[in-house]
């Protein structure tokens, strides 16, 4: 079936040593979640902040559940599992696989110890190296073997922004790490709009080009309208303008649903801005502590309802992840990412004119849905992604967050319309002037 989006997934490593290439690349990854923890306490690790976040210690012992559950468990002759309750303990969400700990609870588990969980991870790693090295991988499993790689540094990114939400919540404004320069105070680079073919393209991944979700195929094509699309994200300064003129407080700038989640949440600005008083400046809460607001950086933890709003409020719309992905795609993935150590968006005063993957996410105007011809996998896998397709929103481009080797034009992120406590911003786009 050559529109199977798993087609390309059934295939072994090719060549002499792709086996060994893989573990390498694999555990190296793994060491990279890792040292995301470096400098963190146990307690930093083990804390939950809100329901919709996990605690490190919960992320770092999920990613290590996944190898054990779709991979060694079934599959490795003869191995162990190192605690047979890390199977209720850290299965996430998937169904098929049986019951777990309830989500908003994952912070009350002051057992496994942080030094047990890092135990657990090294078990498994072993298990994970002597497996690949035995030869005695089945064709199919590779595929999942990659999914676990990619699903490990999703959880990489999930560290670093719940542990952002959790440090925002302390009055003691504690940093991850604090070496970010002070915020500077220019302006971004002015923006500039580029065009939108319009025309029928063919849009998503497609089975040739590598490792991608299942959600971000088939390829298929669409009909795109010509529009216009900015050529930056939507930066503090700009943004800040849109609070200071009341756009808060008009609801005419409002869906609905939105402007009750500002009433209902008393919300006068993003996420994590805050300030002494009525026209003092802003600061805002980040991995690198309490920062004074950089005008120049992309804005960030922002709801889709304020990126939306905002988008009104500047006589444009969010652009739709089709048009998002037929412009980005002529562009090299230039941005900041996790590799980068900030944490935190780079301003956007010098580097690339023309921004589209790192530093924020991007709300788009479009639904996250199945593309034609899009089935999940069969078995518990198969709830990776499209048990998710309802009521989500898609985000493109990646974040700081974000390590650099896992963003592609494809990818489609998704949250809920509310979600603020992603590295999540607006690039602004509009319809073709004619
Ligand atoms: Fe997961």
Same mark, same amino acid.
């Given at each position: ?9 059934h295939l072994p490593p090719a ?110 790693d072993a298990a994970l190296e002597?497996?690949?090295?035995s030869g005695a991988v089945p ?45 500077? +105070? ?142 980005? +795609? +002529? ?104």
């Amino acid at each position: 079936m050559p529109n199977d989006p798993h087609e390309s997934r059934h295939l072994p490593p090719a060549g002499d040593g792709a086996a060994a290439a893989f573990a390498l690349r694999l555990l190296t990854v793994r060491r990279a979640t890792e040292a995301l923890t470096r400098g963190l306490s146990a307690e930093d690790c083990a804390l939950q902040s809100m329901p919709d976040a996990s605690p490190v210690k919960w992320h770092l012992a999920h990613t290590t559940w996944f190898f054990e559950q779709f991979v060694l468990g079934p599959h490795a002759p003869g191995y162990r599992p190192f605690r047979v309750e890390f199977g209720y303990l850290f299965n996430s969400y998937y169904e098929a696989v049986g019951p777990r700990h309830p989500r908003p609870q994952r912070g009350l588990l002051s057992r496994p110890s942080l030094d047990e969980v890092f135990a657990y991870r090294a078990h498994v790693d072993a298990a994970l190296e002597a497996f690949i090295a035995s030869g005695a991988v089945p064709a199919p499993l590779w595929s999942v073997l990659e999914l676990g790689l990619h699903h490990e540094q999703q959880h990489q990114e999930l560290i670093l922004t719940d542990l952002a939400h959790l440090f925002s919540v302390s009055p003691l404004a504690p940093a991850w790490r604090a070496s970010l320069p002070p915020a500077g +105070r220019a302006p971004a680079v002015p923006a500039t709009w580029l065009d939108v073919p319009e025309g029928v393209h063919t849009l998503g991944h497609a089975v040739s080009e590598g490792f991608a979700f299942d959600n971000e195929g088939p390829a298929h094509r669409v009909f795109v309208e010509a529009a216009q699309v900015a050529s930056r994200p939507v930066s503090n300064g700009e943004y800040a303008a849109f609070v200071a003129a009341g756009g808060y407080r008009d609801a005419s700038l409002w869906m609905s649903e939105g402007w009750a989640q500002v009433q209902q949440h008393g919300w006068d600005a993003p996420a994590r801005w805050q300030r002494d008083a009525d026209g003092a400046p802003w600061r805002t809460r980040t991995l690198a502590g309490l920062r004074d607001l950089d005008p120049a950086e992309p804005v960030c933890h922002l709801s889709w309802f304020e990126a939306d709003a905002y988008a009104r409020f500047a006589g444009a719309r969010l652009p739709t992840e089709a048009e998002w992905e037929l412009v980005a +795609r +002529r562009y090299p993935a230039i941005g900041t990412f996790v590799e980068s150590g900030r944490g935190h968006p780079a301003p956007m005063t010098d580097g690339p004119a023309i921004r589209f993957f790192g530093d924020v996410w991007e709300w788009t105007a479009s639904a996250y849905a199945p593309y034609p011809g899009f089935a999940p996998a069969a078995g518990a896998i198969g709830e990776y992604n499209g048990k998710f397709m309802a009521n989500q929103m898609v985000l493109r481009g990646g974040s700081c967050a974000t390590p650099r080797s896992h963003i592609r034009a494809t990818y489609r992120n998704f949250f809920p319309t509310h979600a603020r406590w992603q590295f999540s911003g607006v690039r602004l786009a509009r319809d073709h002037r004619r």
